[in-house]
C-alpha cells in the first residue's frame, strides 16, 4: 500500500535565500509550519536553517519535526562545473544525511535572472550540453548516495533547461534511474505547458519524490504571452493554494497511489516576497485541503 507523506517547505514561507530581510525568520517558519500539522519539512536554501546538525536537530525536535530532503541548485552544462557543483551538494547531502533525510533535490539553474529578468544565457542547450548535464548528473547521483546514503531527485523548473515535458523525457530517457530519479513539480510542470498524468504514465518508475504546487490558469497565460521571468510571474501570484488552480490534485494524488510506493509530496508554493502574515493561513488551509481529498494514501505523519 502506498502512503504519500505530505509535509512543506521553507519556500512556502516566502524562502528564496540564505539570508534577507523579506524573508520569514527560520525560527518563525519552524513554529508556523508545526502549527499547520506537518511534521516533515527541507532544508530550503543552504544556511537558512542551521547548518550545525546538532542544532538543527534540537531545533526540528523541539516542534516534532524531520527533515525530507536538502534542496540545492546545478549547472553541470556548463564547463569545469563539477567541483563547484559537487562542493554545494557535499554541504547539503552531508547536513541531510546527519539529521536523517534520505533524499537531495536538484534543481537546475535557470538561464535568466529570476529577480531581475536578466538573460544569463543561451535558454537552449546544445547536444553537447545535454550530454555534459546528464552524465554529470549521473556522477552525482551516484557520488552523493555512495558517500552520503541519499538520494538524488531532480527537479525541472520554470526558465531552466529542463523546463517543458520534452525536456523533461529527454532528461530522463538520458540518466540512470539507480542514481537520479524525478522530484515531480506539480506546478512547475503546469507552469510550463506540460501534463502531470501524463509524465506519471510515461515513466512511473522514476516519480521518486512529489513537490506539490498549483498555477493560476490566468497568471500563466500572461506569462505565456508577454514571455515573463520566472520571479515576476511569482510576484503576480503565478503559483496558487489548492484548490484554485491547476493541475488538480486528487487525479493526480490517485495516480501516485497507484504507482504503489511510499513517497514524499511536500508542498512548496512559491511566495517570493510575501507579507510575513500570509503564509500561515495558506498552509493551514492547504493542509485539511490535501486531507480532504479522499486518497487513503496521504499522511502527515
Not at 531552466?160 to 524525478?182: A, C
Not at 508554493?269 to 498552509?283: K, V
Request: hydrophobic share 40%; glycine share 8%.
Amino acid at each position: 500500500m502506498s502512503n504519500i507523506i505530505v509535509g512543506s517547505a521553507p519556500d512556502s514561507w516566502g524562502v528564496w535565500f540564505p539570508e534577507d530581510p523579506q524573508q520569514t525568520p527560520y525560527t518563525r517558519f519552524l513554529d508556523e509550519v508545526a502549527a499547520s500539522g506537518y511534521e516533515w519539512i527541507e532544508l530550503g536554501p543552504f544556511g537558512y536553517l542551521p547548518t550545525d546538525p546538532k542544532q538543527l536537530l534540537d531545533e526540528l525536535g523541539e516542534r516534532g519535526l524531520k527533515l525530507s530532503a536538502g534542496t540545492v541548485f546545478e549547472h553541470l552544462h556548463q564547463d569545469d562545473s563539477w567541483d563547484a557543483v559537487w562542493t554545494q551538494i557535499e554541504d547539503v547531502a552531508k547536513l541531510t544525511a546527519a539529521v536523517g533525510g534520505k533524499h537531495v533535490v536538484v534543481i537546475p539553474e535557470m538561464w535568466r535572472d529570476p529577480a531581475t529578468g536578466e538573460v544569463l544565457e543561451d535558454r537552449h542547450l546544445t547536444d553537447e550540453q545535454w550530454l555534459a548535464k546528464t552524465r554529470g548528473m549521473n556522477e552525482l547521483g551516484r557520488a552523493m548516495f555512495e558517500k552520503y546514503g541519499v538520494r538524488a531527485q531532480y527537479h525541472p523548473h520554470a526558465d531552466s533547461h529542463v523546463d517543458t515535458e520534452e525536456n523533461i523525457y529527454r532528461f530522463l530517457e538520458n540518466t540512470d534511474g539507480e542514481f537520479v530519479n524525478l522530484c515531480l513539480d506539480t506546478g512547475h510542470v503546469s507552469y510550463c505547458g506540460g501534463d502531470n498524468l501524463a509524465i506519471i504514465r510515461a515513466h512511473p518508475e522514476r516519480i521518486g519524490y512529489l513537490h506539490l504546487k498549483q498555477v493560476d490558469e490566468a497568471v500563466r497565460a500572461k506569462v505565456a504571452a508577454d514571455d515573463l521571468p520566472f520571479g515576476e510571474a511569482v510576484r503576480l501570484g503565478a503559483m496558487t493554494e489548492p484548490p484554485r488552480g491547476i493541475p488538480e490534485m486528487p487525479p493526480l494524488l490517485d495516480a501516485v497511489a497507484d504507482l504503489g510506493i511510499d513517497i514524499f509530496a511536500i508542498v512548496e508554493q512559491d511566495m517570493y516576497p510575501c507579507a510575513p502574515d500570509a503564509p500561515l493561513p495558506i498552509a493551514q488551509r492547504t493542509q485539511r485541503y490535501l486531507g480532504s481529498c479522499g486518497v487513503p494514501a496521504v499522511r502527515f505523519s
